[in-house]
């Protein structure tokens, strides 16, 4: 079972809106640390937003104010909810989880999903 999978990536016009969806398993969801990262093509991965074993959540500057992170620990699910999404919102995103990291920074988490890629269109 893979660890890590995403759903929820779509093609969208600017200003529009997706939902995320990361599903866990084979690991303690709610004492890891979770997070969504994206990578654009011919550019480096970066963070988008992290959610720790308490709820609280950081975000990069680029999507604060943009983008809810969130997590259901019975369901075991994480989410990210996007809001007034821009063509600089491209690229494939990606959950991870980890046990003791927490920060947009850091891109050697534990565990990887497989990514699912969204499109924004001006």
């Known amino acids: 079972q893979v660890p890590l999978v995403e759903s929820g990536g779509d093609s969208v016009q600017a200003g529009g809106s997706l939902r995320l969806s990361c599903a866990a398993s084979?690991?303690?969801?709610?004492?890891?640390?979770m997070a969504w990262f994206r990578q654009a093509p011919g550019k480096e991965r970066e963070g988008v937003a992290t959610?720790?074993?308490?709820?609280?959540?950081t975000y990069a500057d680029s999507v604060r104010g943009r983008f809810t992170i969130s997590k259901d620990n019975a369901k075991k699910i994480l989410s990210l909810q996007m809001n007034s999404l821009k063509p600089e919102d491209t690229a494939m995103y990606y959950c991870?989880?980890?046990?003791?990291?927490?920060?947009?920074?850091?891109?050697?988490?534990?565990?990887w999903g497989q990514g699912t890629q969204v499109t924004v269109s001006s």
């Open positions: 084979e690991f303690p969801f709610s004492s890891y640390c």
């Open positions: 959610i720790n074993s308490l709820g609280w959540a």
């Open positions: 991870a989880a980890d046990p003791f990291r927490c920060k947009l920074g850091l891109t050697d988490y534990a565990y």
